[in-house]
């Protein structure tokens, strides 16, 4: 079976320092992988999404980047962190010829 | 362009009674339509999913949504509701892009359901 792995769990960090989230996918190959956030009482905004190894596309403009350095390994990052970037973060992946994801447990970001 | 409302952001419904949660789409072609409950500070579950099949879907935890293209809406249901079903929850539409087989999926804001004893 396919699991979907995300940590840390909580984060906070000053303003001004860098972010490394990481997300991993084991069970399956080639899959589709996605960064969302999701502000206070609001929905699920895409940030990025990746088909394959290397290739990262955003869907707005922000502070934030993306890698994919393994085909099952997905990283959000940010060299000097605003106090806009605090929320909840997950990551999610699909088959490529499928439809539903499948969600990691999120990661809690505060910037003080 | 595709897009999902979700018609009330909170309801409010006492133990054992129905629940329903409203969602309509709007697509250019046939959809792929999801419900998703979020628990509170937890990612996302799949509560059901429709993908052309079956117009009435059931799903986890006694929900079940039907599918109306007439009315191009999604709602979700139960008849009874536990004091566990209290969350947060997504009604999500496909939009599929031929490009790489990439599945981009679009959310409404979400509605909050709160259960009282």
């Known amino acids: 079976s396919q699991t979907i792995h995300q940590w840390p769990a909580t984060l906070v960090q000053p303003v001004g320092s860098p972010l490394s989230l990481e997300c991993t996918v084991e069970g399956t190959s080639n899959p589709n992988l996605y960064w969302y956030r999701q502000a206070a009482g609001r929905g699920l905004q895409l940030l990025f999404y990746?088909?394959?190894?290397?290739?990262i596309s955003s869907e707005v403009p922000q502070n934030l980047s993306a890698s994919r350095p393994q085909d099952r390994q997905f990283i959000l990052s940010s060299k000097k962190l605003l106090l806009s970037d605090s929320g909840f973060y997950l990551c999610?992946?699909?088959?490529?010829?499928?439809?539903?994801?499948?969600f990691g447990q999120g990661t809690r970001l505060t910037v003080v | 362009a595709q897009s999902v409302t979700q018609l009330d952001s909170h309801v409010s419904v006492s133990e054992g009674t129905p629940v329903l949660l409203r969602c309509n789409y709007s697509?250019?072609?046939?959809?792929?339509l999801f419900w998703y409950v979020q628990h509170p500070n937890k990612g996302l579950q799949l509560l059901l999913k429709?993908?052309?099949?079956?117009?009435l879907v059931k799903g986890i935890n006694g929900f079940e949504a039907e599918f109306k293209k007439s009315e191009t809406s999604f709602h979700l249901t139960k008849p009874s509701a536990h004091m566990s079903d209290a969350a947060e929850y997504f009604c999500?539409?496909?939009?599929?892009?031929?490009?790489?087989?990439?599945?981009?999926?679009?959310f409404g804001a979400g509605t909050r359901l709160a259960v009282h004893p």
């Open positions: 999500v539409v496909s939009e599929s892009r031929f490009s790489g087989g990439y599945n981009k999926l679009i």
């Open positions: 429709y993908t052309s099949a079956a117009t």
């Open positions: 999610a992946w699909n088959r490529a010829t499928g439809t539903e994801a499948f």
């Open positions: 990746s088909v394959g190894i290397g290739q």
């Open positions: 697509s250019s072609y046939s959809p792929s």
